[in-house]
């Protein structure tokens, strides 16, 4: 009777708590409500069919439920529906493309037809096929739940935390589930008939994979996040196969847009609050076709959490920032490097570039969040990194035909010899002290506007720009001397104008270099000299930027060949994105070190509840024989398993004497209700079962500590035969 009650609350916990996990990727609380109501209605209709009928009418049943509910939500959710037509149309491609549409749409998911429909029939389905296992295989029953777990894990991948209190209600719901289907009843005799024995034996094995494979599914789900944030890996993201690429349109070029922001510098762009002043990307430019620097154009649909980018940097300082745009054109995302998390727009996320973009646009008033990881690099390891091989970074070093030979020659003689970070290092220092910033220079970074800037005289106009030419410059030399580079458009940290608030202008948008460097990824070269006069912009204006410079000049000064650090110094502090405060390998131990004492407490009661059941349940006879499956249970747990072949009597003379009860007695009670020989009383009854209590506890304390206390914690008997 308890298990008629319990089971199906667990089934409904079980699939509800799994449809939860995938509901946390959609807008508003209107999908959680619906999957619950799917769990649970798939589970008392199938319920009560399967009660009145067979398995196929409740199947059927419980099929036509869910063409209704199906029906009933997309009537309602109509309005948002991309297809005209009836209602039966539009539940036909909601169904046929929901799987599609709902891995290419961006998050939080809208409700709609098409991106519901998938997830409410898995739902359906698995609260359905729990309930039709239930009956005649309950371990089974855990399966379909276990799936739509797995898979809701699987679809949410990085792009929400971990859902460690839905996953400790599904392991809590699937243990109240095991505990209320252990009958604890002999499955047969001692000495069954060898034809039964076999069907038995077969019939327990199964029963025993079914829950060894319960068991290892419901760890999987629930420890899996926990092992990945205690290693700091990200799930996987499944929508990365599905979300094609959206292509950034080129009308407007951000490199352009410095030169008249040079001359009126009091145009306000962004409001940032946050803890640290540091520098803002806006837009990469890696393509570069002799006239003009285009901007990277692969952008994905992105979640709230972003794609982990390769190589993460070492070290590195959280920084979280809340970006109010104000008279800022474009759709990309200003956000500080490396951007990990964002939230309050919808956003599109280069993996490559490490770039956002909003694909509605940019407007007045837009306020988001981003957490981004701030890079803390050590010029002692840069000094002696490589460059990157392979056909993704090939494209980082080429360069337009005809180059210029005026350029050749002088990017070969400010980079020098040395190793890719000298050469850029040389290549900064040469920019910055030969040329002079002129914030009324023209616009225009190709080959001709180049030339004349770095080999005309100051006399002529030459020999002076703003940041535009400075980085275009450092971009064309450093390819020529073979360095992938890129330009990159961003602002300083602003002005400060409050506790934690800055105003970002338009005098305090510029443009800088990058080179990527083997294990180090995009590393900035700022070639661009100060305004004669200003003052450092507020990221470079603290003791870490000046001891960077210092050790930037250090670097020039070593030797060409310098190995680069041991392994020691590769050693790092954590990173920290917004998904790895610093409270949470702890959250973690504590959920791990709970879930090891939950397991360890529902193992022990089920045996508890096993022992009772066999001991203190059923008839006299029944009662006889369970007493010997626990003598022979706890010999079994005590290293001292019987062999086959040998009889109740031949068992209970070699283990009985000294500080262990006779067993005698008891194994002629056995055998003689196990081949119907005789019968036995209840007063007989009670002596087996005192018996077996007492050459348990007995054999117990023969036993060493540790095993002494592990004894009722050891999870084996629940699958032994019984």
Request: one cysteine or more; aromatic letters at 2%; charged letters at 15%.
């Given at each position: 009777m308890v298990a008629r009650i319990v089971s199906p609350l667990a089934l409904i916990a079980m699939t509800a708590s799994a449809a939860l996990i995938a509901a946390?990727?959609?807008?508003?609380?209107?999908?959680?409500?619906v999957?619950?109501?799917?769990?649970?209605?798939?589970?008392?209709?199938?319920?009560?069919?399967?009660?009145?009928?067979?398995?196929?009418?409740?199947?059927?049943?419980?099929?036509?439920?869910?063409?209704?509910?199906l029906a009933?939500?997309?009537?309602?959710?109509?309005?948002?529906?991309?297809?005209?037509?009836?209602?039966?149309?539009?539940?036909?491609?909601?169904?046929?493309?929901?799987?599609?549409?709902?891995?290419?749409?961006?998050?939080?998911?809208?409700?709609?037809?098409?991106?519901?429909?998938?997830?409410?029939?898995?739902?359906?389905?698995?609260?359905a096929a729990g309930v039709l296992l239930l009956t005649r295989w309950p371990l089974a029953a855990l399966l379909p739940s276990i799936g739509l777990l797995g898979a809701a894990v699987v679809f949410v991948g990085p792009n929400a935390g971990p859902a460690y209190p839905l996953a400790g209600l599904f392991a809590v719901a699937a243990a109240g589930h095991l505990a209320a289907t252990r009958d604890g009843r002999a499955a047969a005799p001692v000495a069954p008939l060898p034809g039964q024995a076999r069907r038995v034996e077969a019939a327990r094995r199964l029963g025993a994979g079914l829950a060894a494979v319960a068991v290892l599914g419901v760890l999987a789900v629930t420890l899996g996040p926990a092992a990945a944030a205690v290693h700091r890996t990200q799930p996987y993201d499944p929508r990365v196969l599905f979300v094609p690429p959206q292509k950034h349109p080129e009308a407007l070029n951000p490199l352009g847009m410095l030169s008249g922001w040079a001359t009126d510098t009091e145009q306000p762009l962004l409001e940032v609050r946050s803890p640290r002043p540091v520098r803002i990307s806006w837009a990469a430019l890696s393509r570069f076709d002799g006239i003009t620097w285009l901007p990277d154009d692969e952008f994905r649909a992105a979640g709230s959490v972003l794609t982990k980018v390769e190589p993460m940097p070492r070290r590195s300082v959280a920084v979280k920032q809340r970006i109010t745009v104000r008279d800022l054109p474009g759709g990309w995302l200003p956000a500080a490097e490396v951007p990990r998390e964002v939230g309050g727009v919808r956003a599109s996320f280069d993996a490559g570039s490490r770039m956002l973009a909003a694909p509605d646009g940019l407007r007045d008033g837009l306020t988001y969040t981003v957490a981004s990881e701030v890079p803390v690099r050590d010029p002692d390891y840069l000094v002696g990194a490589g460059l990157p091989v392979g056909p993704e970074h090939e494209r980082l070093d080429e360069l337009p035909e005809p180059l210029p030979d005026e350029l050749r020659k002088l990017a070969e003689k400010a980079a020098g010899e040395g190793t890719p970070y000298q050469k850029a290092l040389r290549l900064e220092k040469f920019l910055r002290t030969k040329y002079a910033f002129y914030p009324g220079a023209p616009s225009g970074h190709g080959y001709a506007n180049l030339g004349f800037f770095l080999t005309s005289s100051k006399a002529d106009g030459g020999g002076q720009g703003t940041s535009e030419q400075f980085a275009a410059a450092f971009a064309v030399l450093g390819r020529v001397v073979g360095l992938p580079t890129r330009v990159v458009v961003g602002f300083h940290a602003g002005e400060r104008v409050g506790d934690d608030r800055r105003l970002v202008r338009s005098g305090d948008a510029f443009a800088w270099a990058e080179v990527f460097l083997l294990g180090e990824g995009w590393v900035p070269f700022d070639p661009t000299p100060g305004k004669e006069g200003a003052q450092p912009p507020p990221e470079e204006n603290t003791p870490e930027a000046e001891a960077e410079s210092k050790q930037k000049d250090q670097q020039l000064q070593r030797p060409d060949t310098s190995p680069p650090p041991g392994e020691k110094d590769r050693q790092?502090?954590?990173?920290?994105?917004?998904?790895?405060?610093?409270?949470?390998?702890?959250?973690?131990?504590?959920?791990?070190?709970?879930?090891?004492?939950?397991?360890?407490?529902?193992?022990?009661?089920?045996?508890?509840?096993?022992?009772?059941?066999?001991?203190?349940?059923?008839?006299?006879?029944?009662?006889v024989v369970g007493a010997w499956a626990e003598v022979r249970e706890a010999l079994r747990l005590a290293g001292q398993r019987a062999p086959g072949s040998m009889t109740a009597e031949e068992l209970a003379v070699a283990h009985s004497g000294g500080p262990l009860p006779d067993l005698r007695r008891l194994a002629a009670q056995a055998n003689a209700v196990g081949f119907g020989f005789g019968s036995v009383g209840g007063s007989e009854a009670s002596v087996a079962v005192t018996t077996a209590r007492d050459y348990v506890k007995a054999l117990r304390r023969t036993r060493r500590l540790a095993r002494r206390v592990l004894w009722q914690l050891d999870p084996r008997p629940l699958f032994w035969p019984r």
């Open positions: 946390r990727l959609y807008l508003g609380w209107q999908m959680s409500l999957l619950l109501a799917a769990a649970g209605g798939a589970v008392v209709l199938t319920g009560l069919l399967r009660a009145l009928g067979s398995p196929a009418t409740a199947l059927l049943g419980s099929l036509a439920g869910l063409g209704a509910g009933g939500v997309t009537a309602a959710l109509r309005p948002r529906s991309t297809v005209d037509g009836p209602l039966a149309a539009v539940l036909l491609d909601a169904l046929a493309n929901s799987g599609a549409r709902l891995m290419t749409s961006t998050l939080p998911i809208e409700p709609a037809p098409d991106t519901v429909a998938l997830p409410i029939a898995l739902t359906w389905l698995a609260g790092t502090a954590p990173r920290c994105p917004a998904t790895e405060r610093g409270s949470l390998a702890w959250l973690v131990t504590a959920g791990g070190a709970g879930g090891v004492l939950l397991l360890a407490g529902v193992v022990a009661g089920l045996r508890h509840r096993r022992s009772r059941s066999r001991l203190t349940r059923g008839s006299p006879a029944e009662r």
